[in-house]
């Protein structure tokens, strides 16, 4: 097993796939603060203070973090951040669940339809998305010869 | 690590660039502060109905006041703020001759509108001096029963407005973000 997941291309994939993922999830929020923002307060998590930044700034992370995931670029960095982006949402689907608060994910897209259901889902979802992010962050830089361009940009 | 550290940091930072660029020249871009929850359903309200009053739109003499259901506090800036209601308490206010406003522009009022609605398109509205905002409403009650509504779904024209008539010293006004679209899926009474 162990075999398996620290092989160079099971990695890769996961990577790419993770990458795609978060780049898809970030789309339709980029340019749409307002309502990701709305998204975000059906969670009755946050202070609203600091709503209306985290909806600005955190789809562009998703988005970065997308891209240098697919990249293979600042691979520990950025699936750190992935895997500290997947906690956080989880942490607030598990507390809307528990709290028994009737919301749509936002996770996403933006639609307000989706059910209670849907939430569970995407709680079973984050934990695979966590799972391969750790198996990104543990061995993606197993091999070092895989990208040696890379290396030498962030060793200044 | 400390090299990874400082990865988090640049990646983080760009990113932030990127949010506060985007939104800075988004024209449905957010103020970087939300203050107040301006979607926020007040619950226990949404359980009171009126029942034993009968609004007056336009008795701009009268003191009659309905029950306080629907009056909000009074903010620091001098002014009642504006909640947000359900569509059954929307309902319920209509029955009582509530005035409602349509936040739309002139052809999307047209083609339909909750019955005996008024039309002051935001756009519109907001570019009015002070004194001409007064002119247009002074010949409403001021304690009387507004309701404030667009299209519904994402639109916010109806919060906008339903801000700017409160300003003006209306002490009750409602924001029904369910807007035409749930009101006509209802079967409530439309125009024309």
Known sequence: MKEFISNKYVVITLRVLLGLIFIYSSVGKLFNPADFAKAILRYDFLPIYFVNLLAIVLPWLEFVVGLLLIAGIYKKASSLLAGASLVMFLIALISAVARGLDISCGCFSLEESSSKGDIIYRIVQDFFMLAAVIIVYKFGDAKKEETPEVSTEISN | ?192
């Open chain 2, 1 to 192: 690590m400390a090299k990874i550290y400082k990865q988090i940091l640049i990646i983080i930072a760009i990113s932030a660039a990127l949010g506060l660029t985007a939104n800075a020249i988004n024209s449905d871009g957010v103020k970087l502060v939300l203050y107040k929850n301006i979607y926020a359903l007040d619950t226990a309200k949404q359980k009171k109905s009126i029942t034993d009053f009968v609004n007056d739109p336009f008795d701009t003499t009268s003191n009659k006041k309905h029950n306080n259901v629907l009056s909000g506090q009074m903010n620091k800036e001098g002014y009642i703020e504006p909640e947000n209601i359900t569509v059954e308490l929307a309902k319920n206010i209509f029955d009582r001759n509530a005035l409602f406003v349509d936040a739309r522009t002139k052809e999307e009022f047209d083609s339909l509108h909750v019955k005996g609605a008024i039309n002051l398109p935001y756009e519109e509205f907001r570019s009015k001096t002070y004194y001409q905002k007064i002119e247009t409403m002074k010949k409403y009650n001021k304690d009387g029963l507004i309701v404030v509504y667009c299209k519904g779904d994402k639109c916010e024209v109806s919060i906008d407005l339903a801000y700017e008539i409160a300003r003006l010293g209306f002490t009750s006004v409602s924001i029904y973000r369910g807007g035409i679209k749930e009101w006509k899926e209802k079967g409530f009474p439309t125009e024309p």
